[in-house]
C-alpha cells in the first residue's frame, strides 16, 4: 500500500504579500492530492484570518473526512497550533506540550490513523519546534520520553515531521542514530554526505527547517519540496511532499 504524506507550515495562511487567501494554501495542498498533511501555524478563531477554524475550513475544501486540531498558543482571541488531515480514521489524538521554561509555547501533536481497517496503524506526530538550538534539543528529548513516544515499538510504522527550525541538522543525530529513524527529506550532496531539502524562505529558500522522519514498516519511494509559484508567496516556507510503501 502507498501513501502520500504532505508536511506544510502555513504561516496563517498569510503569505509575503501580507495578505490572507486560504484559497492558495488550499489550492497548493490540492495540487499534490496527499493522504496525511501536517500543518502548522493553523489558526482557529483569530482575528487576522477572519476568525475562521482554518483546519477545518481547509479539510472541508479538500474532502478531507478526518482532521484533527492541536492547540499551542492562546491568543487574546482565538488559539493556533498544528493540524493533521487524513483520508483515513483518526482514531487517537493528543497534544504533546513542548515548552520550554518561559519560551513561546510549542507542542507536537500525535495522532493514531487507522490506514488499513484495523490491520495497520500509522503514529504521526506533528511538531512545530523552537528557535533557539538549546530549546530544540530539550524539546527533541521532552518528546523521546513521552509516554505516547515511549509506548510504540520500534517495528511499529512511525511519522515524525514539521517544522524543526534546525538550521544545521543539530538534531539529525538524535532522530537517525539514537531513535533509529531515517530522514525521509535527506538528499545527498557532490560528497555523499546527507543535506535536507532547502525550504525556507520559500522564495528562495536556503535552509530545511521541514523534515520528514520514518521508522518501522515504511518504505520511502520519493521526497521533494513544492515548485508551483503560487508556494512561494502564500506562505514563509515550503512544503515538503514524500511518498512511502506500507510494508
Not at 524539546?139 to 515511549?150: D, M, N, P, T, V
Not at 539514537?178 to 520559500?202: M, Q, V
Request: proline share 4%; glycine share 8%; hydrophobic share 35%.
Amino acid at each position: 500500500m502507498k501513501i502520500r504524506v504532505l508536511s506544510y507550515n502555513i504561516h496563517r495562511a498569510i503569505g509575503f504579500d501580507r495578505r490572507f487567501k486560504p484559497e492558495r494554501i488550499i489550492e497548493i495542498l490540492r495540487g499534490h492530492n496527499a493522504d496525511i498533511v501536517l500543518l502548522q501555524e493553523v489558526d482557529e478563531g483569530v482575528p487576522r484570518s477572519r476568525e475562521l477554524k482554518l483546519a477545518k475550513e481547509i479539510a472541508d475544501a479538500l474532502g478531507y473526512p478526518y482532521y484533527a486540531m492541536g492547540h499551542n498558543v492562546s491568543l487574546r482571541k482565538g488559539r493556533y497550533g498544528n493540524a493533521t488531515l487524513s483520508r483515513f480514521p483518526i482514531i487517537r489524538e493528543r497534544n504533546i506540550d513542548l515548552t520550554v521554561g518561559i519560551r513561546k509555547r510549542r507542542g507536537c501533536q500525535h495522532t493514531t490513523i487507522d490506514i488499513g481497517e484495523g490491520k495497520h496503524l500509522l503514529e504521526v506526530f506533528n511538531l512545530h519546534l523552537g528557535l533557539s538550538s538549546k530549546e530544540r534539543q530539550k524539546q527533541a528529548g521532552i518528546l523521546a520520553r513521552s509516554k505516547e513516544y515511549e509506548s510504540l515499538d520500534i517495528d511499529t510504522p512511525c511519522l515524525i515531521g514539521g517544522d524543526f527550525n534546525d538550521w544545521r541538522s543539530l538534531l539529525r543525530a538524535l532522530f537517525v542514530e539514537g531513535l533509529e529513524f531515517r530522514c525521509a527529506t535527506d538528499k545527498n550532496n557532490s560528497a555523499g554526505l546527507p543535506k535536507a531539502i532547502k525550504t525556507f524562505p520559500s522564495f528562495a529558500p536556503r535552509g530545511g527547517l521541514d523534515r520528514l522522519y520514518y521508522r518501522g514498516g515504511l518504505t520511502l519511494i520519493s521526497a521533494k519540496r513544492c515548485r508551483y509559484k503560487a508556494s512561494k508567496i502564500a506562505s514563509d516556507h515550503l512544503p515538503i511532499i514524500t511518498d512511502f510503501k506500507l510494508i
